[in-house]
């Protein structure tokens, strides 16, 4: 199986904190760097379960940049797109001692990618998995919708991750609800609260597949509904984990199959630092 991804390629920085942040003054932490960036996070996890993966990313022409493609390459995950002048982008996760984690995110310049930047031998894939942060910027956006189209001549089935619910809140949810009826995927993974953002019942996809964190996941189809429990793991750093169970899903085979290695790659990801196998 061969897996494509669309959307940013970044250096992921984890800062675990040892004691609560103290505004003004300094806090023990212990930190990772290393690459990242959803799409990015689900080619190296594809590859790890045994899947060949490329990553479609525009990415700057900086030591980050070289950085990150260095350790995808590593890690087996074929980079492709255009090196241009500028900043490759930077998310900042802070995890905090109850394990919960925010981030700060400067795509650099990820979401300058234009349609004629794309390669149609790159969509040459059975599955593209498109980032929702690839569907909230142009040009970004038209490029994933002609990726989309370009996969599917190929044969290819398309799935999306939702992504973040605060920047579905500021693109507006009817506005991206709209977007991914235009591109109709496959298969659909959301966290509850991107979810519940599109209206809960809302199912623009064959397959849904509800990410919730310690409770599992929920598959969802016309005609049913699936409950899984997760796998169960020592929680370290959640990371990624959403990132892998996707990547586990796309590669597994019946929806149960498919779940199954997706939770156990959820619950590899979370036992450690880092959002990457």
């Known amino acids: 199986m061969r897996i494509a991804t669309l959307g940013d390629v970044m250096l992921d920085v984890i800062v675990r904190l040892e004691e609560p942040l103290a505004p003004g003054g300094d806090v023990r932490a ?6 990242g960036g959803q799409a990015a996070n689900v080619a190296a996890w594809a590859v790890s379960l045994g899947a060949e993966a490329c990553c479609i990313a525009k990415r700057g022409d900086d030591a980050t940049g070289e950085l990150v493609a260095r350790e995808l390459a590593a890690r087996g995950v074929e980079l492709v797109g255009p090196v241009v002048a500028g900043a490759t982008g930077v998310v900042v996760s802070v995890v905090g001692g109850d394990g919960e984690r925010s981030l700060a995110s400067d795509r650099g310049v990820a979401p300058s990618l234009e349609p004629s930047e794309l390669d149609a031998a790159w969509l040459d894939c059975d599955v ?5 942060y690839a569907l909230l910027r ?7 919708l002609l990726a989309a189209r370009l996969a599917r001549e190929q044969g290819a089935r398309v799935s999306v991750d939702v992504a973040a619910w605060t920047e579905i809140r500021t693109y507006g949810p009817v506005r991206f609800r709209e977007l991914l009826d235009e591109l109709a995927p496959d298969v659909l993974f959301a966290t509850e609260a991107e979810w519940e953002l599109l209206g809960g019942s809302y199912l623009a996809a064959p397959v849904g597949v509800l990410k919730r964190g310690a409770r599992g996941c929920t598959v969802l189809t016309e005609d049913a509904k699936l409950d899984f429990a997760a796998v169960d793991a020592d929680v370290v750093d959640p990371t990624g984990a959403g990132d892998a169970l996707a990547a586990g899903f796309l590669v597994g085979g019946s929806l149960e199959e498919a779940a199954r290695r997706g939770l156990e790659a959820a619950a590899r990801c979370v036992a450690k630092v880092g959002s990457l196998p």
Request: glycine content about 12%.
């Open 30 to 35: 212990a930190t990772r760097a290393g690459a």
């Open 128 to 132: 593209l998995h498109l980032s929702g």
């Open 138 to 144: 142009e040009p970004i956006a038209a490029s994933a």
